[in-house]
């Protein structure tokens, strides 16, 4: 039985409802976690309003600022889990940024600010959090970030992403390496494509949703339910033997040739 009643999880990357990880942090709370939520603060406080009314459901029992370019912020986030939870078992990483100039137009034209830009938010931030969460894994934890095809292969558009993705994934192996004798896991989703405030901002989506209709196994997409439901294993000791993994969740998409 998935089981997560007893154990902290963290979760970053909520936006809106339609954020992946707002699909996960409601399977993780579906299986008795106890949640920690971070989100991106904005000068007129607005995220912080807004995500705070869709999470109250769940309850979470932590609700801080973090923006991962900020390393005050993630250093606050974990001292205040050590205050006030002790112990750490799960830690969601479920954010990316590019500027939008570079998801668009030849990739030779990335800014080298635009690579560090999306390297640093999308790539680096799973070592800072990482490096914070695993002194408080003392009882061996779970640690799920969320990757995308473009990272492996060439997708239109996606440009620096893809570079960031290849990055995450090489982060995953190098981190579930180092973290594995703490027996601290360390694995990736990588998602097909679903409608979300990240992917809407990017013409051409509803196009790629389509053509993964037609050319999946599954014949359809993947909702935020199905990565949340896979984010839930991956913390749970039925994955107990599973590290340093990307798995993919996209309807099988990533098996085909044609
Ligand atoms: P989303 O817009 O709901 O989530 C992205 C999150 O990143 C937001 O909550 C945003 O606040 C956060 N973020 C951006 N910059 C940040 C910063 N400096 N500090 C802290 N947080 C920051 O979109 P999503 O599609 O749910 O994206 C979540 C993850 O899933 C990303 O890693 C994305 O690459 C990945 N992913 C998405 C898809 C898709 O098709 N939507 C597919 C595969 C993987
Ligand atoms: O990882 C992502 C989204 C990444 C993303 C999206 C934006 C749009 C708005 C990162 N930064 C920004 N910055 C913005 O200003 N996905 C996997 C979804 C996605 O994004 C694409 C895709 C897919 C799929 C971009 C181009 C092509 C395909």
């Not at 997560?4 to 990357?13: H, S």
């Amino acid at each position: 039985m998935l089981d997560l009643t007893g154990k902290n999880a963290l979760v970053t990357g909520i936006a809106n409802n339609r954020s992946i990880a707002w699909g996960i942090a409601q399977q993780l709370h579906k299986a008795g976690a106890n949640l920690g939520i971070t989100y991106l603060p904005d000068e007129k406080g607005k995220m912080e309003k807004k995500v705070e009314d869709l999470v109250s459901p769940l309850n979470p029992s932590l609700f801080l600022p973090c923006n991962v370019q900020n390393d005050e912020q993630v250093s606050q986030v974990f001292s205040t889990i050590q205050d006030k939870w002790g112990k750490l078992d799960i830690l969601i990483h479920c954010l990316a940024f590019a500027s939008r100039d570079d998801l668009t137009g030849d990739f030779s034209n990335t800014s080298r600010d635009g690579f560090q830009l999306a390297l640093d938010i999308s790539a680096y931030s799973l070592l800072s959090l990482a490096k914070g969460a695993k002194p408080l894994m003392s009882e061996g934890g779970s640690i799920v970030t969320l990757t995308y095809l473009g990272g492996v292969r060439v997708v239109p558009n996606y440009n620096v992403m893809g570079i960031a993705k290849a990055a995450l994934e090489m982060n995953v192996k190098y981190l579930a390496a180092e973290l594995g004798p703490n027996n601290i896991r360390v694995n990736g989703i990588s998602a097909g494509p679903i409608r979300t405030l990240a992917s809407s901002a990017v013409g051409g989506i509803l196009d790629m949703i389509h053509h993964v209709e037609e050319v999946a196994p599954l014949r359809r997409t993947v909702t935020q339910t199905e990565v949340g439901n896979t984010a839930a294993f991956l913390c749970s000791d039925l994955s107990s033997g599973v590290t340093g993994q990307i798995l993919y969740v996209d309807a099988g998409y990533e098996i085909m040739g044609m």
